[in-house]
């Protein structure tokens, strides 16, 4: 490519001097023909404007051969390693300028291929994740069916193997539904639309759905809430965040205790706090609790696949809300969650 451009600019500098030779000789011949000393400046002139055009033309060729070779080799080093062999970064002119714009587009380049590679990440992390977390529940339905198909089996047994079966089913489709919730949520196919809503409406829906669980564990939930608070935020997704708190703090709270749901509203933000009497987070785990299907050690014995606040955490995210804990062993946590008010 640079033995083309050169060969192409030699003969552009030909042909301009055969122009220039053509122009001195007819000049000189009229000059001499005319006998004026006017003519004879002129045509010094003539003569002295020509060799300042060439000098000044070739330095500018040399220059456009030099930023066309410069320009050539960071392409081809973009190309090959993704980042610039030359960079004039402080140099004002138009080599300089022209690399800049190049610069932009290699870390454009490398920052699209650094989001594939975590996506890809994200995926190959996803695809193992869900792998793990069906194998127990479908490995336990095949066990209890293949049981199950006993000619001998007693009733008792019968009963038992069929309700136990019932749970795994239950349980991979708990499964199921969230898994499908995260991926969706992680690619971008669920878009969120955060609307100013009333809290105390949302908070009315998803106290609904745990407050029977609550009943059978004769636990009292407390709310604190002003009718006109209002915040920004999707009432779907924002119910599931909700509940997915509500429901851990009835899980892990015993019998009798107590759960509390206040909501303040600051200037920015419109905090939801949930307190429970429950048996409390290790210090050690809380940084973890919101890791993608991560179950501390003295909750395992509880039913749960370790999404829930994953899932809370994203959908937060997407609001412009966050939310944090605070713990103690024995005593009770307590979750805070902050919805944009704008």
């Not at 300089?96 to 590679?117: F, N, P, T, W, Y």
């Not at 709270?253 to 509390?260: C, D, F, R, Y």
Request: with cysteine; net charge neutral.
């Amino acid at each position: 490519m640079g033995t083309k451009n050169r060969i192409s600019t030699d003969t552009l500098i030909r042909i301009r001097n055969y122009g220039n030779g053509v122009f001195i000789i007819v000049s000189g011949g009229i000059s001499f023909i005319l006998q004026s000393k006017v003519n004879f400046i002129l045509y010094g002139l003539c003569i002295l404007t020509i060799l300042l055009n060439g000098l000044i033309s070739r330095q500018l060729i040399r220059e456009i051969e030099t930023y066309s070779d410069i320009l050539e080799k960071n392409i081809t080093q973009i190309i090959q390693d993704g980042k610039m062999q030359e960079f004039f970064r402080y140099q004002d002119s138009l080599l300089s300028k022209s690399q800049m714009q190049l610069a932009r587009l290699c870390d454009h380049i490398e920052r699209v291929v650094g989001e594939a590679k975590q996506d890809k990440e994200i995926l190959q992390s996803l695809v193992s994740d869900i792998a793990h977390q069906v194998k127990t529940p479908i490995a336990n339905a095949v066990l209890y069916t293949t049981a199950l198909q006993k000619k001998d089996l007693s009733v008792e047994k019968r009963t038992c193997y069929l309700k136990i079966l019932s749970e795994q089913i239950d349980k991979l489709d708990f499964l199921m539904d969230n898994l499908l919730k995260m991926s969706r949520l992680e690619v971008g196919i669920f878009l969120l639309s955060p609307q100013v809503l009333s809290v105390q409406e949302t908070l009315a829906g998803v106290l609904g759905s745990v407050a029977m669980k609550a009943a059978e564990k004769d636990i009292t939930i407390y709310v604190e809430c002003e009718e006109e608070l209002t915040a920004l935020h999707d009432r779907k997704w924002t119910d599931e965040v909700l509940e997915n708190v509500l429901d851990n703090a009835v899980k892990y709270t015993p019998e009798h205790g107590n759960i509390t749901v206040s909501v303040k509203r600051y200037e920015i933000y419109t905090l939801i706090e949930i307190s429970d009497t429950g048996i409390g987070i290790p210090q050690e785990e809380i940084p973890k609790i919101f890791q993608r299907f991560y179950r501390g050690k003295n909750v395992r014995d509880k039913a749960g696949v370790g999404i829930g606040l994953y899932l809370a955490r994203q959908i937060l995210s997407m609001e412009k809300g966050f939310i944090s804990v605070q713990s103690v062993c024995g005593k009770g946590s307590k979750f805070s969650i902050y919805l944009s008010n704008y």
